[in-house]
């Protein structure tokens, strides 16, 4: 992993001197990991997509100041963070409203029976919630850590704070789905004790 | 009644970024508290249903826009968005201010005595202190970021 994150910098160095193919390889790498985070906020994979190319087209403008500092992608976040967060506060995007067609599409794609299907509907609808009600340091971190599979220390140089405090920010935010994921069972369980 | 710090670290243990004597503690409080045990499971059926939600694969429109955009200038209405905004805006208007406020003194010749240049430098750097810095911490030094690098305080002061 580490080689790979060095290859990173080092392909990003490359972008600094023009190299436009370095960046094609630099974006199939983290593209979908962009998508996704960017899809966090604002529901829409759409949108996500807007985002994202607004992210990377950032990227490849500031290459020529970039500085190996920190590992590549911790860097990419932190872009990410910042582009969605300025984003979501001009009143853009709102974060987290999952739309019709992208709920189904999402649950098409992984071929889920129509139950199954509905339940996750559900669940995306209760972890968007949730979403919904963190702070924001709450719904970056929790993002990275569950969607991302980032490590806290990584998260903590991303976000620039202590890993104490990113451990508290995703037990925060994993407490918060969990209720409201306790909430959508206790429904579900209550409608199908009346049916 | 469950033990609040170890409460705190339910999460991390089931994440797996606990020191090893850490883990150590909260197995042992585990073992000792079947409340706590019930919330470490819930905690890690959380975790499992929400890291099995589908989620978006990106589009080939996307590499195609992208790739596209490389060679693409700003146009000058985008550039004037960009710099209209207030994120950029302010800060622009603080610099504006602090030039105004050494053209005065300036002016004012043999009565004050023309800054030297490094205090123009210090001034520059207090004026705009806060975004300097976050250029520094994300290895940015372009003018075209000041608007990613602007909401980085704003995003540390959120609890």
Redesign the interface.
């Known amino acids: 992993m580490l080689v790979e994150e060095d290859e990173d910098a080092r392909l990003m160095q490359r972008v600094s001197d023009g190299d436009?193919a370095a960046?094609?390889t630099l974006?199939?790498r983290h593209?979908?990991s962009i998508?996704?985070f960017a899809?966090r906020f604002v529901g829409s994979?759409g949108r996500?997509?807007e985002l994202?190319?607004e992210i990377?087209?950032?990227l490849?403008?500031?290459a020529?100041?970039?500085?190996?500092?920190?590992k590549f992608k911790t860097?990419l976040f932190?872009?990410a963070?910042?582009?969605c967060?300025?984003e979501v506060?001009?009143g853009d995007y709102k974060v987290m409203e999952p739309q019709k067609d992208?709920a189904r599409?999402?649950?098409e794609?992984?071929g889920q029976r129509p139950d199954d299907a509905l339940e996750?509907k559900q669940?995306?609808a209760a972890?968007g919630e949730a979403l919904r009600g963190m702070?924001?340091?709450e719904r970056?971190a929790f993002s990275m850590?569950?969607?991302e599979g980032m490590?806290?220390r990584d998260i903590a140089s991303a976000?620039?704070?202590s890993e104490a405090a990113v451990?508290?920010l995703?037990?925060r935010a994993?407490?918060q789905?969990?209720k409201q994921?306790?909430l959508l069972k206790a429904g579900l369980s209550a409608t199908g004790s009346e049916a | 009644m469950i033990d609040h710090p170890i409460e705190d670290d339910l999460t991390a243990y089931v994440d797996g970024e606990l020191s090893e004597l850490d883990m150590q503690r909260v197995k042992a409080a585990l073992a000792a508290d079947p409340k706590l045990a019930a919330l470490e499971q819930a905690l890690r059926r959380t975790v499992a249903s929400v890291e099995a939600l589908p989620s978006p694969q990106p589009s080939q429109a996307l590499r195609r826009a992208v790739m596209n955009g490389l060679d693409a200038p700003m146009t000058m209405g985008e550039r004037l968005q960009k710099w209209m905004r207030p994120s950029r805006l302010m800060p622009a208007l603080g610099m504006a201010a602090a030039a105004a406020l050494v053209a005065l003194i300036a002016n004012q010749g043999a009565q004050v005595g023309p800054l030297h240049e490094a205090e123009e430098e210090q001034l520059y750097v207090a004026q705009n202190f806060d975004v300097l810095e976050d250029l520094d911490l994300a290895g940015l030094e372009s003018a075209e970021d000041l608007e990613v690098i602007a909401a980085m305080n704003s995003l540390e002061g959120t609890p």
Request: aromatic letters at 12%; a positive charge.
């Open positions: 436009k960046f094609a974006f199939d593209q979908a998508v996704r899809w994979q996500a997509e994202a190319q990377f087209l950032k490849y403008r500031s020529k100041s970039y500085r190996p500092s920190a860097f932190r872009v963070t910042n582009h967060l300025n506060r001009r992208d599409d999402s649950s794609a992984v996750g669940l995306e972890v702070s924001e340091r970056v850590c569950r969607f490590p806290y976000l620039d704070a451990k508290s995703i037990h994993t407490l789905v969990m994921v306790d």
